[in-house]
């Protein structure tokens, strides 16, 4: 079931998004690491050459501790040896220092701890050399050798100062050497990488905007469609409620609200109120059926009426399908129809069938009298002027013997009439039977049941072949005796009469005027005679019961005929004409459904 | 009352008919012993009589009072010492459904009641001097129903 047309586009919105949304945090992370490194270096920069200047300070210190022994040994004033007096301090003060920057550099302290001791020694040094530069132990050769051993540790000192310059700069060059080689990625493949990201957005974008307008033209046409079933449904007296067995919510179509007399929206439906308006006598059963929805998720046919708040009674026909949504959720979708003009009619139509029915009943018991009641009075009258023997005659006065004979004229005329009137009904109320009979079988047997008359008047039948049918057979072989018994009857006299019974296939489209037309194909049987013909203005009214081209006097007959020949071929669903031209003979035609 | 004569029994409510019956059985010169009775009650009181002579022939109206002849056609055909009776159904009636039906129940013949007196006589020469035995074996729906030649 498709609900709504299908966005796929969605998908593919959501991955490009995705993506573009992973390559711009993969790029700012690797910008913040770029800083952070960046940070680091430059820290580590400052470390190296914090270090340098302390060193650079141990260094100027101790020289400054030289400079100012020098002065001391050759002017012998105190003065000069302050440096030398402070210069122990900052030596110390430097190398606490060096010592905490170096903490994380075990190869740094050692060397911190070597020239520690150089240093140490090269205060032993500087002691000795004034202890042998005091004019009071004054010892030449003493001091030359300390203050050559000072000269030697000095330089060891500035190459162990130098050594441990170099190793921080080492240090540093590989630590930044590592950070270089971390932010690997070249700016060019950073803009490249912005720019997918940034044109990926760009898609989405467009994108987006496609799907909206897409979703605004199906919104439009969602909104006129949505207006036609609601018109629809106002015109048709149907409306439609939806039921999401899931949230058990129910939605009713405005025309709900309408067919149960009410404003759209007027309340907000649910289980309990779905019979709120449903009559009194239905309740039950209706009740019984939306649970029936609720197990079986099914709701065949229900009929019931309802009761519109002005106690108005209406007819309702209900049906519901249930149909799963694209995002799986059970939706029982129901259609009320607002029947009561149907069913008004079609009680009004029972109430007809039952008087057909009746007069049905009527018509057969009027047959059953006829051919029953009727006739025994008639037999009797015609018994007994049987019996009147040609003896009584012999005694009878003339005009007596005049009048028996138009007793007997009379009663047999009324016989026929009755024996008519009663195949004629008879043609219609007994059991049709169609059996597939061959019509050439049926034609014979007419001929036979006319053998006297034929003979009598010699005629000649000449017949083609006829096809094979389903009819009801004997009402065919009556339809056969009363057309050819009617050529014979209104023959021309002093002519032999001569019929030809001819048949053929046709279209029902070449008949639309006579034929049925959900019936195809028909067989048209021609019965032609070069009888007497009659005024081609009767030929509609000679198939009329009663209606009678000629004195009884002259041709005997009781106007039935035809008639029963006419309702012998409805009773086939077929049809009967009849032309003529005066003294050249008749054509009936019989189309009769293949 | 003959001793060799043909014993037949008429049902019919009709006085007249019974009147014709009874002229037309005198004016044949065939010996029979023929008795009336007036509905289907006394039919079938009759026949369960011991004392009475069953029948040869059994001309049986349909249309009778108290018991038509429909009813009493089944009944004598489920009752055994009845059942052999030869039963012409003598009727005004020539509808199908009658035919179909007295056909079905058992009857030997049917009969329409003729207008005309010397056709009644025919007719009842004619089934009474049928041969029965061959007829019954040979009988069928198209000869069930009397037509003279």
Same mark, same amino acid.
């Given at each position: 079931m498709k609900w709504i047309p299908n966005f796929n586009s969605s998908n593919s919105l959501r991955v490009i998004f995705v993506i573009a949304v992973f390559i711009l945090l993969f790029l700012s992370s690797i910008a913040y690491k770029h800083n952070q490194d960046l940070n680091e270096s430059s820290k580590l920069v400052m470390h190296t050459y914090e270090i340098n200047i302390q060193l650079e300070r141990l260094m100027s210190a101790i020289k400054d501790a030289e400079t100012g022994q020098r002065g001391y040994i050759i002017t012998r004033n105190a003065r000069f040896l302050t440096p030398y007096i402070y210069s122990r301090d900052k030596v110390n003060t430097s190398f606490i220092t060096l010592k905490k920057l170096t903490a994380d550099n075990e190869p740094q302290q050692k060397n911190l701890q070597k020239l520690f001791k150089l240093i140490t020694q090269r205060f032993v040094s500087f002691e000795n050399c004034l202890k042998y530069s005091d004019? !009071?132990? $004054?010892d030449k050769r003493k001091l030359d050798n300390h203050m050559f051993g000072g000269r030697i540790l000095m330089e060891n000192i500035r190459f162990k100062v130098d050594e441990m310059n170099d190793i921080e700069k080492e240090y540093l060059k590989k630590r930044l050497k590592i950070y270089d080689d971390e932010i690997s990625l070249s700016p060019l493949f950073s803009i490249s990488l912005f720019l997918v990201a940034l044109s990926f957005i760009l898609l989405a974008y467009r994108q987006i905007s496609r799907d909206f307008e897409r979703l605004k033209v199906f919104n439009k046409k969602l909104l006129i469609s949505s207006g036609l079933i609601s018109e629809s449904e106002n015109i048709g007296k149907f409306s439609t409620w939806q039921w999401d067995l899931d949230s058990d919510k129910i939605d009713f179509s405005d025309n709900q609200f309408r067919l149960l007399g009410l404003e759209p929206k007027s309340f907000a439906p649910n289980r309990a109120t779905l019979? !709120? $308006?449903?009559h009194p006598d239905d309740k039950e059963s209706v009740a019984k059926a939306i649970d029936g929805i609720v197990e079986k998720k099914n709701l065949p046919f229900v009929y019931y009426k309802i009761v519109r708040p002005d106690f108005e009674v209406r007819y309702f026909k209900t049906i519901g399908k249930l149909l799963t949504d694209q995002q799986g959720s059970k939706i029982l979708l129901g259609i009320n129809f607002d029947i009561t003009d149907e069913h008004l009619l079609n009680i009004e139509l029972q109430e007809r069938n039952k008087e057909l029915e009746k007069s049905n009943k009527e018509l057969a018991s009027f047959n059953h009298v006829a051919s029953h009641d009727l006739q025994e009075p008639l037999r009797k009258i015609q018994t007994f002027i049987s019996r009147v023997s040609d003896a009584d005659k012999a005694v009878m006065s003339e005009s007596a013997k005049n009048y028996i004979s138009k007793i007997e004229t009379s009663a047999k005329r009324m016989r026929v009439l009755i024996d008519d009137l009663l195949l004629f009904s008879r043609t219609n109320t007994t059991k049709k039977e169609f059996i597939k009979v061959n019509l050439n079988e049926l034609l014979d047997n007419a001929e036979s049941e006319l053998a006297e008359i034929i003979e009598e008047k010699k005629a000649v039948i000449k017949t083609n072949k006829l096809p094979k049918l389903s009819v009801i057979p004997y009402q065919i072989e009556q339809l056969f005796i009363n057309l050819i018994g009617n050529s014979l009857k209104y023959s021309q006299p002093n002519l032999e009469p001569e019929i030809i019974i001819s048949s053929e296939k046709v279209i029902s489209a070449d008949y639309p005027k006579i034929l049925e037309q959900s019936i195809k194909k028909f067989h048209k049987i021609t019965f032609t005679d070069n009888g007497m013909g009659f005024d081609p203005q009767f030929k509609e009214t000679i198939f009329i019961l009663f209606q009678r081209l000629h004195s009884k006097t002259d041709y005997p007959g009781t106007g039935i005929g035809l008639a029963i020949c006419k309702k012998i071929v409805e009773n086939h669903k077929g049809h009967i004409t009849a032309d003529s031209t005066l003294g050249k003979g008749s054509v009936f035609t019989v189309f009769l459904p293949d | 009352m003959q001793k060799n004569a043909l014993h037949i029994l008429l049902a019919d409510d009709d006085e007249d008919d019974r009147l014709f019956f009874k002229d037309a059985f005198e004016e044949i010169k065939i010996q029979t012993n023929v008795n009336f009775v007036h509905d289907g009650m006394q039919l079938m009181d009759h026949l369960m009589n011991q004392d009475n002579k069953l029948p040869d022939i059994l001309f049986l109206d349909l249309n009778m009072p108290k018991k038509t002849g429909k009813e009493c056609l089944i009944e004598i055909k489920k009752t055994d010492h009845l059942k052999d009776i030869i039963i012409a159904i003598y009727s005004t009636s020539s509808s199908e459904e009658d035919i179909e039906d007295t056909f079905i129940q058992g009857a030997n013949i049917y009969i329409k009641k003729p207008s005309d007196f010397n056709t009644l006589k025919k007719i009842i020469n004619e089934v009474v001097t049928v041969n029965w035995h061959y007829h019954t074996s040979g009988l069928n729906r198209d000869n069930f129903l009397l037509r003279l030649k």
């Amino acid at each position: 079931m498709k609900w709504i047309p299908n966005f796929n586009s969605s998908n593919s919105l959501r991955v490009i998004f995705v993506i573009a949304v992973f390559i711009l945090l993969f790029l700012s992370s690797i910008a913040y690491k770029h800083n952070q490194d960046l940070n680091e270096s430059s820290k580590l920069v400052m470390h190296t050459y914090e270090i340098n200047i302390q060193l650079e300070r141990l260094m100027s210190a101790i020289k400054d501790a030289e400079t100012g022994q020098r002065g001391y040994i050759i002017t012998r004033n105190a003065r000069f040896l302050t440096p030398y007096i402070y210069s122990r301090d900052k030596v110390n003060t430097s190398f606490i220092t060096l010592k905490k920057l170096t903490a994380d550099n075990e190869p740094q302290q050692k060397n911190l701890q070597k020239l520690f001791k150089l240093i140490t020694q090269r205060f032993v040094s500087f002691e000795n050399c004034l202890k042998y530069s005091d004019p !009071k132990t $004054y010892d030449k050769r003493k001091l030359d050798n300390h203050m050559f051993g000072g000269r030697i540790l000095m330089e060891n000192i500035r190459f162990k100062v130098d050594e441990m310059n170099d190793i921080e700069k080492e240090y540093l060059k590989k630590r930044l050497k590592i950070y270089d080689d971390e932010i690997s990625l070249s700016p060019l493949f950073s803009i490249s990488l912005f720019l997918v990201a940034l044109s990926f957005i760009l898609l989405a974008y467009r994108q987006i905007s496609r799907d909206f307008e897409r979703l605004k033209v199906f919104n439009k046409k969602l909104l006129i469609s949505s207006g036609l079933i609601s018109e629809s449904e106002n015109i048709g007296k149907f409306s439609t409620w939806q039921w999401d067995l899931d949230s058990d919510k129910i939605d009713f179509s405005d025309n709900q609200f309408r067919l149960l007399g009410l404003e759209p929206k007027s309340f907000a439906p649910n289980r309990a109120t779905l019979l !709120k $308006y449903v009559h009194p006598d239905d309740k039950e059963s209706v009740a019984k059926a939306i649970d029936g929805i609720v197990e079986k998720k099914n709701l065949p046919f229900v009929y019931y009426k309802i009761v519109r708040p002005d106690f108005e009674v209406r007819y309702f026909k209900t049906i519901g399908k249930l149909l799963t949504d694209q995002q799986g959720s059970k939706i029982l979708l129901g259609i009320n129809f607002d029947i009561t003009d149907e069913h008004l009619l079609n009680i009004e139509l029972q109430e007809r069938n039952k008087e057909l029915e009746k007069s049905n009943k009527e018509l057969a018991s009027f047959n059953h009298v006829a051919s029953h009641d009727l006739q025994e009075p008639l037999r009797k009258i015609q018994t007994f002027i049987s019996r009147v023997s040609d003896a009584d005659k012999a005694v009878m006065s003339e005009s007596a013997k005049n009048y028996i004979s138009k007793i007997e004229t009379s009663a047999k005329r009324m016989r026929v009439l009755i024996d008519d009137l009663l195949l004629f009904s008879r043609t219609n109320t007994t059991k049709k039977e169609f059996i597939k009979v061959n019509l050439n079988e049926l034609l014979d047997n007419a001929e036979s049941e006319l053998a006297e008359i034929i003979e009598e008047k010699k005629a000649v039948i000449k017949t083609n072949k006829l096809p094979k049918l389903s009819v009801i057979p004997y009402q065919i072989e009556q339809l056969f005796i009363n057309l050819i018994g009617n050529s014979l009857k209104y023959s021309q006299p002093n002519l032999e009469p001569e019929i030809i019974i001819s048949s053929e296939k046709v279209i029902s489209a070449d008949y639309p005027k006579i034929l049925e037309q959900s019936i195809k194909k028909f067989h048209k049987i021609t019965f032609t005679d070069n009888g007497m013909g009659f005024d081609p203005q009767f030929k509609e009214t000679i198939f009329i019961l009663f209606q009678r081209l000629h004195s009884k006097t002259d041709y005997p007959g009781t106007g039935i005929g035809l008639a029963i020949c006419k309702k012998i071929v409805e009773n086939h669903k077929g049809h009967i004409t009849a032309d003529s031209t005066l003294g050249k003979g008749s054509v009936f035609t019989v189309f009769l459904p293949d | 009352m003959q001793k060799n004569a043909l014993h037949i029994l008429l049902a019919d409510d009709d006085e007249d008919d019974r009147l014709f019956f009874k002229d037309a059985f005198e004016e044949i010169k065939i010996q029979t012993n023929v008795n009336f009775v007036h509905d289907g009650m006394q039919l079938m009181d009759h026949l369960m009589n011991q004392d009475n002579k069953l029948p040869d022939i059994l001309f049986l109206d349909l249309n009778m009072p108290k018991k038509t002849g429909k009813e009493c056609l089944i009944e004598i055909k489920k009752t055994d010492h009845l059942k052999d009776i030869i039963i012409a159904i003598y009727s005004t009636s020539s509808s199908e459904e009658d035919i179909e039906d007295t056909f079905i129940q058992g009857a030997n013949i049917y009969i329409k009641k003729p207008s005309d007196f010397n056709t009644l006589k025919k007719i009842i020469n004619e089934v009474v001097t049928v041969n029965w035995h061959y007829h019954t074996s040979g009988l069928n729906r198209d000869n069930f129903l009397l037509r003279l030649k």
